[in-house]
């Protein structure tokens, strides 16, 4: 506990964690300030004509025309209520703030590099500093060293990448009640808002803790974006497009399925039979969550043992 | 109690471009309890990495280590509090303040804002202590590392050329701080290359050159490893003087613009009555006093060392 403390003062004396939190909270400003600038607020009579459409849309959808008869509900949605929240949408052309939880989803990418940056910063300043040695003279049991300083990346990554996704969500509120919509809201928007802000920060603190073990076995910061980048860039990028067979092991794609919640489909080879082709999952979201954790639990017994192994010169 | 203990100690290390660098060549050493202890040696004779062996950041190939009677290899951790340690340049995060390194090791221990302001005072940093480490001197950081040390009470202090790259304001500065911390009971363990400096400071020596052990022991017996050097005379007539030595049956030689006595330094007054009988009279009378160099020098000189 006591070395978890130290982690933590660490970490948080660290320049690079108040600098990712300004830096994220000026960027949510601006790209919201730039939104709300070009963004108009429809008159109220718009609003009521589009409510009145959507309205009927949706009734038409609880009818099951957009399932169709006697067809199956996708397994994604618990009920017709589910479907339609998410199929019929209003026809209103404004920022909504019914829409949060999807561009949440669309911004995830920025919250998982800063994740990144984070971890790989955290993993290895000590090196930069050749303050390792000094650390490990006050504690030498590297093994505690190791999972602890995890747990505080872990947890600094959580909590960071959670405090930006919410001052996102509130920020997108004034802005649409401002210069939006802030009605038809789906029944459940709150908890999906929530359940998607915390996969999201579940996948950027799993890239967190990926950069940590690889700054860690590197022994320094820029490795580990180096060697990070590299493998998503030009492996998970490039080559695995080549090869489909490996496209339900990869990192990114995994961890867009959890985000997402939509699994990766792919249509059956030599399919010459009538009608449609029932798809093939490449990996639903239960499979994308073991992947996530494999990499990360791998990854991080290398970087352990080594870490145990090596010397510190 | 014996505080360091190595038997047979090696350490090789793998070159990239193959072969083996032997850095610590079958060390065997003892460092008793209590005074300052010199591990002297030139530049890569192992120094650093017999201490990197000792504080478990180096594994050694070979050879069985102790501290405070707990072996390194798996009873550190029962011991490492009561250790403190300097291992090269004192290493701190720049950007932190001098106090914020402090409180991030300090809370490893569980120590307190009093232990952390004590150490800041013992070594005369409390007033610098809010300013960030890269606006320290060399001196400064060194001062600052050794207040690191000191926030556990250690009765065994580690400290690998704390003199290093100190102007001599600051050697003078850590000098005397290594006296008061020996005083106290503290071991201190020093490793340098600055022979003059431990000289000043140390009760004990152990000499290593190539990874290898030369010679350890008290400094007196260690300076007395090249026998006694005699007593220097300065005269004006060189010639004259050695002849009235002669006479009065002192082995005496003219060396260096100087006669050289081959007598103990308390023959001192001897000499001085035996040309002032010959109505001879001296400008100049020192015993010709050895150093740790010349006796490093001496020790090393079959090992190659400098070359």
Known sequence: MRLLRSEFLRARSRRVVPMLVVGGLIGIVIGLGIAAFYAHKPSAAQVASAQAQFQADYQRCLSGKYVGVNQAIDARYSSIEDVCSSAVTPDLDAIMLRDVEQILQHTATFVILLGALLGASLGGADWTSDTMGTLLTWEPRRVRVFLTRALAVGLFAIAITLFLQLAFAVVFWLVTALRGVTTFLPPHLFGDTLATMLRVSAMATAFALVAYVLAMIGRSTVSSLGVLFGYLILFEGVIAGFRQSVEGSLFVRAAIVVISREPILTEPRGFSGPGVPEPIVVMDVTKAWVVVVIYVLVLGAVSLVQFQRRDVT | ?307
């Open chain 2, 1 to 307: 109690m014996t505080m360091i203990e190595i038997e047979g100690l090696r350490k090789e290390y793998r070159r990239v471009r193959g072969g083996r660098t032997i850095a610590v060549d079958r060390l065997d050493l003892s460092v008793p309890e209590g005074g300052v202890f010199g591990f002297l040696g030139p530049n890569g004779a192992g120094k650093t990495t017999t201490i990197r062996c000792l504080l478990g950041l180096v594994r050694p190939s070979a050879g069985r280590l102790s501290l405070l009677g707990a072996d390194v290899g798996h009873a550190l951790p029962s011991v490492i509090g009561r250790v403190g340690s300097i291992v090269e340049a004192p290493a701190m995060f720049p950007r932190f303040s001098g106090r914020r390194n402090l409180e991030i090791l300090a809370k490893i221990h569980g120590e307190g804002d009093a232990a952390i302001d004590a150490s800041l005072e013992r070594v005369g940093l409390r007033d610098r202590a809010k300013d960030p480490v890269r606006a320290y001197s060399l001196g400064m950081k060194q001062r600052l590392a050794i207040a690191a040390t000191l926030l556990r009470d250690p009765s065994l202090l580690i400290l690998d050329e704390p003199a290093n790259g100190l102007d001599p304001a600051g050697i003078v500065e850590v000098r005397e701080l290594l006296r008061s911390l020996g005083a106290e009971g503290r071991t201190i363990f020093v490793s340098s290359h600055i022979l003059s400096e431990v000289q000043q400071t140390a009760d004990r020596v152990a000499i290593v050159a190539k990874g290898r052990l030369i010679k350890a022991g008290p400094v007196n017996e260690v300076l007395a490893t090249t026998g006694s050097r005699g007593v220097i005379v300065k005269l004006g007539d060189l010639e004259a003087g050695r002849r009235a030595l002669a006479d009065g049956e002192i082995p005496a030689t003219i060396e260096a613009g100087a006669i050289r006595a081959d007598v103990a330094a308390d023959e001192s007054e001897r000499i001085s009555r035996t040309l002032a009988q010959a109505g001879l009279y001296v400008t100049e009378l020192r015993p010709d006093t050895v150093d740790l160099e010349t006796v490093f020098l001496e020790l090393t000189k079959d090992q190659g060392v400098g070359d």
